[in-house]
Each structure stands twice: as C-alpha cells, then as structure tokens.
C-alpha cells in the first residue's frame, strides 16, 4: 500500500521543528495546538484534490483522520519529521523529470525535515529577495513588538503593512494593518503581540494593492530542474488563496520570463541549502499610488508540494 500524507497544516510542524533546533532550550513551539473543526472542515475539500497523485489501492490521510499507518512508499504534502517516521522503504534513483506528475512525485527525491523547515522560513525567502534585488521596500524580520514600534517610527513607514508569521500559509497567522503607519488600535496590539508570543520573529512588508497573484511550480533534484509550469492564483479581497487557474495567457512575456528567471535562482539557492523535492514561488502584480502596475516576482517560497502542481496534474493528458 502506498500512503498519500495531505498534511496541509505542516508548517506547524515545521514551526516547531526550527525552533526546537533554534532554541533548544526554550519550550515554546514544541506542542501543537489541535486544528479546529472550522479549519479541518475548510481544508478537507483542498486536501481531497491530491487524489489526483494517487492509484487504486492508495491510501489518501486527510487531517483530523486517526494517525495512518506506515507504509513502504509515502508521499507528503510537506515533508516533515511524521512523513519520515511513516515512510517504511528509500526513495529510488531520482527518475527522470519528464515522467507524468502522479508518477513523478512518488519517486522525486526529499530533503530532511530540518532543511525543509530551514528553506521554508520566510526569512530565507527574505535573504534571497535581497540577493535578487526584488525585496519589497522596508521588508524585514521584526524580533519583538518594541523592534516592531521603532521600525514604524522610520520616516518612511508604510501606512498599510502586514507582518506574517515565519510559518504559514492560506493567509493564516498574520495581521494587516491598512490605517498606520503606528499600530495604535488596542485589538490590533493584542494581536500582534499574541503573534509575536505564539510565532516569535516576524516578517514585516509593505501591505500593497496586489491586481493579479501568480504561482510558478517546480521539480528540483541535486543535478535538474523541471519548472513545471506558470499559473494564475486565485485569491480573496483579504489575499487569501482561494484556486487556481492553469490558464495564465495575460501575464506579460517579459514578465513571465522574469518569473522563470526567477524560479531558476531560487532552485538555486535551494540546492546549495539542501534541498530537493517540489517548490513553488508566489508573485504578483500590484497598482502603485500613481496607478502603474508593477510586477513583484517572488513573494514566497513554498518547499513543499502546491496547489499549481494539483491542477497541473489534473491538466497532464498522461496522468
């Protein structure tokens, strides 16, 4: 039996599995909390669309599902220290890239939790942006409330921002704030403060006026590099994801080549960090305040599976 692990809470995991290897000493982080009814029941609809990489005979975990056996082939969302512990046989060989995606993701090879969990901080998505020359003006990790307050008493703080947990995603673990630039609103403080408590470090950006999301999906091992694809995300007035559309014919061709040009130096930094496996990077387009559109080609970086891999193996004729 093969076990398909759609465990898309996993940046708990990895929350706790950086820190823990960051601050041993300290406990914070180390206990999940258990995902709400409301979550469980959000996320089961998108975690059933990975049924698309499985075979009669597979075994298909949702979360909130009593723990699953192991069993001698496991493919995970994320990969993390549970996938490990449940993955009774060795990845073969790296195959070859161009093999239809439901096949390819059982073989590709997986890099260990702890270089997951290392890539998959925001602050190593930061580093790259810097090295790119594509951070967003003002962008940094925030250590504390107080570091928080004083990066907002700059000249040039932003009136609307947001600061994000290292770990998360779907729009999860984060506050916008869209009348500062100070953070005097007494709810908004105790939520900031509640993040800094639960999260530790912050990431803090500029809160923009996005037009149009963008995803790109990729297969990397230590010597190739599949990109397997450019899509279109679909996403709520609050930025969070909502689908995805294949169909991406109205991104511009400098700017889908600057996308790709994009994902390429990301594997790149990757690789020398350890990693292997599927990755995705976000983009977007964003209005400025004198009404041009400027495009921002890497948001995030997601060492894990994507939802642009789902739909791009729904779309494989051969799968």
């Not at 702890?114 to 967003?136: I, P, T």
């Not at 950006?205 to 990109?227: F, M, N, Q």
Request: neutral net charge.
């Amino acid at each position: 039996m093969r076990l398909l692990l759609a465990n898309l809470l996993a940046e708990d995991d990895l929350a706790r599995l950086f820190h823990t290897h960051a601050h041993p000493h300290e406990n914070r982080l180390r206990l999940r909390r258990p995902a709400s009814a409301a979550t469980l029941q959000t996320i089961a609809p998108m975690a059933r669309r990975l049924a698309v990489f499985t075979r009669p005979g597979d075994r298909l975990w949702l979360p909130g599902e009593p723990p699953p056996e192991p069993a001698a082939e496991v493919l995970a969302w994320c990969e993390t220290p549970e996938a490990v512990a449940l993955r009774l046989a060795p990845r073969p060989d790296p195959p070859a890239l161009d093999l239809p995606l439901a096949d390819l993701l059982w073989r590709l090879p997986v890099a260990p939790p702890e270089v997951v969990a290392r890539v998959h901080h925001r602050g190593f998505a930061l580093r790259v942006a810097r090295e790119l020359g594509c951070a967003l003006p003002g962008a940094r990790m925030v250590e504390s409330p107080e570091d928080l307050d004083l990066h907002l008493a700059a000249r040039e703080a932003p009136a609307a921002w947001v600061v994000k947990a290292p770990f998360s995603a779907s729009g999860r673990a984060r506050h916008i704030e869209r009348s500062g630039p100070r953070l005097t609103d007494t709810k908004s403080r105790r939520t900031v403060e509640n993040l800094f408590t639960r999260h530790g470090p912050l990431l803090f950006e500029p809160w923009l006026d996005r037009v149009a999301d963008w995803g790109c999906s990729s297969l990397l091992t230590r010597d190739d590099l599949r990109i397997v694809g450019i899509h279109r995300q679909q996403v709520d007035i609050k930025g969070q994801f909502v689908g995805i559309d294949p169909e991406a014919q109205d991104l511009p061709a400098a700017d889908r080549e600057r996308l790709m040009e994009t994902a390429r130096a990301v594997a790149a930094d990757l690789r020398v960090a350890g990693y292997v496996g599927p990755f995705g990077i976000d983009a977007w387009h964003w209005r400025r305040p004198d009404g041009t559109v400027a495009f921002h080609p890497l948001g995030e970086i997601n060492a894990r599976m994507t939802f642009g891999l789902v739909a791009w193996a729904n779309a494989d004729p051969r799968a």
